[in-house]
């Protein structure tokens, strides 16, 4: 509890300690992908369902709001909760048929969702096609959710966000629902028979994932105030947040975190060592962590401290 | 959006047989994916990868000693056989018993790994093979199709018609069959199932090998290009029903036309959306795929 108190702490001074936009921006984006990660922890790590196509619902998000207030004029803040519905109901309008596969076929329908919707985002002209969306700057106020002369309350906002998924998966965790979730993940035939909805249950578990997923695709267009289907929608994005998760620990609270905490600074590391993308070094480094997590440490580093300090983290 | 067109029926039977003949190359490609995945239920998410490596084997061939891609066909098939055997002894191994999770990004990450090895070492250029023996186009049927389409697919075939002959007639063969159907009672036969199951991930690398050959002589060589194939091949292999090798061989071809016609009657920008659909609307209404045991 007390080092709770001291991380979050830590969280709210760092940005009046570190004062260059370049670390906001940074711990902006850890916090971001870490609730990504933790999003899809819910229905992979605990339901044991393993999506490779959750770029499916940031992407959703984040043109859900965008499209209602470049359209309609419709308040980002309203665009949150729209988006977050939008990506629930698309979660089960996937899932529901998805779910009677099992393990391979499931991952591989999900990859073939995600190039599906890319697809069509792309050629959809309504919402921007494939030159994607401009968010104009209206004025700096919290009411609009744009931010200009100071990026504190992105900050702030995403902290918030991070701090609710968290909790979201720590109630999960300890209730009912998460028992269900891992039973379901050990063995599926064992939960049905102790009287579990299975198929209700992983499509709780996608929807809670995918509109967790939704609001942090809100936050980014509004941060980045541009979304095209290549930055919000690509495969490569559906596997960075699996990645963080499986290094991190996958299936504990705060694996995606500390994945996320490591990994997305590693990626800005080598992208200023090497300069630009072109030489994909930190993809190099992500992948061989990935083989060699997934083989000697499935549990993850969470899972490796666990297991050395005994008592930490449960 | 773009409504459907209407083809001319010239354009039609030219798109059909290129798709028959690319859908020759998915499978072969395919069938490396469900023989693996036969013998042990683990799908090599780095296959595509594989196909990239095997790619690039036969360009620098042709770069550096200006090999035609029709030699390097047993250099990039017996190259690949050790990449599938290393992959085997190195990481496979290891996760054979492992959660769900392992098996599948302990070969996500090695496809990850590779990709970006690929980029680091030879750059994102897309490369060519300039001059290949066969090139050009053919006429069959009163349509033109490309001369090294047809060969590879020719070539697949045989391929294919090996593999088949291999697994169901020769020793070695049964006995990996019998490794796929039951490891424990193939063991106890006196089959060496761990010698089974490296073999399998040579031989099932080695066909992707020589696809790999053949597609470099027609197809740009970059270090993402096996993600696109590697997509495919995961769906034809869903679709034909894993570890079912004729089920690859109908349902790559399936899909090579699938893709053709989809580009031709909605819009090219739409041809994997036809083909993702129409593995989806399978999957759903028959989980094992067409020829599954399941």
Known sequence: MVALGILLLAAVVFPWVFRLPYHRDLVIRIFLYAMLAQAWNILAGYCGQISLGHAVFFGTGAYTSTVLQVTWGVNPWLGLPAGIATAVALSLVIGYPCFRLRGHYFAIATIAVGEIVQTLAINWEFIGGARGLTIPFQKDSLLAFQFATSKYPYYYIMLALLAICMLVSWRIERTRLGYYFRAIREDPEAAQSVGISVTKYKLVAMAISAGVVAAGGTFYAQYVLYLDPDSVLPLSLSILVCLLAVVGGVGTLWGPLVGAALLIPLSEFTRIQFGGTGRAVDLLIYGALMTIVAVFQPAGLVGMFRRRLGHWGR | ?294
């Open chain 2, 1 to 294: 959006m773009s409504m459907f067109h209407i083809p001319s029926s010239e354009m039609l039977i030219q798109g059909i047989l290129s798709g028959i003949l690319m859908g020759c190359l998915y499978a072969l490609i395919a069938a490396g994916l469900s023989l693996i995945f036969g013998l042990m239920e683990i799908v090599n998410f780095a296959h595509g990868e594989f196909l990239m490596l095997g790619m690039y084997t036969t360009f620098w061939m042709y770069a550096l000693f200006h090999l035609d891609p029709l030699l390097s066909v047993p250099i990039s098939a017996a190259a690949l056989f050790l990449l599938g055997w290393l992959t085997y002894k190195s990481i496979i191994r290891r996760i054979l018993g492992g959660p769900m999770l392992a098996q599948i990004f302990a070969t996500f990450g090695l496809g990850i790994f590779l990709r970006a090895a690929a980029q680091f070492l030879w750059t994102p250029d897309f490369r060519q093979i300039s001059d290949p023996w066969v090139q050009g186009p053919v006429r069959i049927l009163g349509v033109s199709v490309g001369k090294p389409q047809l060969v590879a697919s020719v070539a697949c075939l045989l391929a294919f018609g090996f593999l088949y002959w291999f697994i169901t007639k020769t020793e070695t063969g049964m006995a990996l069959e019998a490794t796929a159907q039951d490891r424990q009672a193939a063991a106890l036969m006196g089959i060496n199932t761990e010698r089974m199951l490296t073999l399998g991930w040579g031989i099932g690398s080695a066909c992707v090998g020589v696809a790999a050959a053949f597609l470099a002589s027609f197809f740009y060589v970059f270090p993402y290009v096996g993600s696109l194939f590697a997509l495919i091949a995961f769906v034809t292999v869903a679709l034909g029903g894993f570890g079912s090798i004729p089920g690859s061989l109908v349902a790559g071809v399936i899909i090579g036309v699938i893709e053709v016609l989809g580009g031709i009657l909605i819009a090219p920008a739409f041809k994997y959306v036809a083909v993702f659909g129409l593995y989806l609307v399978v999957v759903l209404v028959r989980p094992q795929g067409l020829f599954g045991k399941f």
